[in-house]
């Protein structure tokens, strides 16, 4: 039991996830045959606010839906998993969001595409409705799959109520992000490509990668984690930086490993860990997710982790 826990607040898309799992990853042209299909619970917002979920944080999603199929599935399924979903808006105009995701059978990696719907239709009104709410949690943990205009409202809103504001700026953004809104970030987690795209740093060498992380601290982030996938992450804050490496396995699929990463991250924070013990936990709880397939049933509960890796 933690003391005054706060709750966590997801802000961002959910999708459903059409799979197929294929030798190899099909080149643009080609058609590549033998795969399986499954359909599954994704959308990165929605991932991290599972991932929140079942390893113990007191989680709120903030995001829209369609008034589909899709979309009351996605409703009934984070609300079983004991997901604040009052926040989570039926669009009557666009469709629930899609995305469809190859994956290699023999290097577990993915490739993605989405079609937004409904998740480009969360706008600044649906931020201001759950101002109460966001006043009142330990931090908000955000991606780049809805507005950009509605990430910077809700990272403005977040810091004027003294919440810790997290942005996990994934999918690569096609261009450099508003200073008002790095300006309001505390933790940024970025892989290279949206590091590169951020800060308009090519990143070849280590030492590009520590001039990219000088760059973000440079727009007033403090902490930036940044990951390098199956090496693990490092942790800069303040321009100190030092390596936290994954723990090793065999991996499946990697979808949602990050979001997996980002969602117990903040699980760690709101529990009152400093940064490193919580990505430890995360990287923990992100080496067990690859080993399975899937978005949203790949995310381990507290209790798989704990049996896992004890102290
Ligand atoms: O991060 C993985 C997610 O990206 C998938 O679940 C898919 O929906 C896309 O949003």
Known sequence: MIPNKKPIIV??????????????????????????????????????????????????????????????????????????????????TEPSGVALINVDEHTAENSISVASGANGAIRPADIDAAEEVIASASLILMQLEIPIDTVTYAAKMAKRHGVTVVLNPAPAPSEPLPEELLENVDIIIPNK???????????????????????LHSKGIS????????????????????????FKVKAVDTTAAGDTFCGALCVGLSEGKEVRP???????????SVTRKGAQQSVPTRAEVDARFPN
């Open 11 to 92: 802000i961002g898309s959910s999708n459903t996830d059409m799979v197929i799992r294929c030798s190899r990853l099909p080149r643009p042209g080609e058609t590549v045959l033998g795969g399986s299909f499954m359909m599954n619970h994704g959308g990165k917002g929605a991932n991290q606010a599972v991932a929140a979920a079942k390893l113990g944080g007191d989680t709120v999603f903030i995001g829209k839906v369609g008034d589909d199929v899709f979309g009351h599935q996605t409703v009934e399924m984070l609300t079983s998993l004991g997901i604040d979903t009052r926040f989570l808006g039926v669009s009557a």
């Open 193 to 215: 490509t949206e590091a590169e795209v951020i800060t308009g740093i090519a990143i070849d060498t280590p030492q590009d990668e520590l001039r990219a992380i000088r760059s």
């Open 223 to 246: 902490t930036v984690i940044f990951t390098l996938g199956s090496k693990g992450a490092l942790l800069c804050q303040n321009g100190d930086c030092e390596e936290v490496p994954s």
């Open 278 to 288: 919580a990505m430890i936990f995360a990287n923990q709880a992100a080496a067990i």
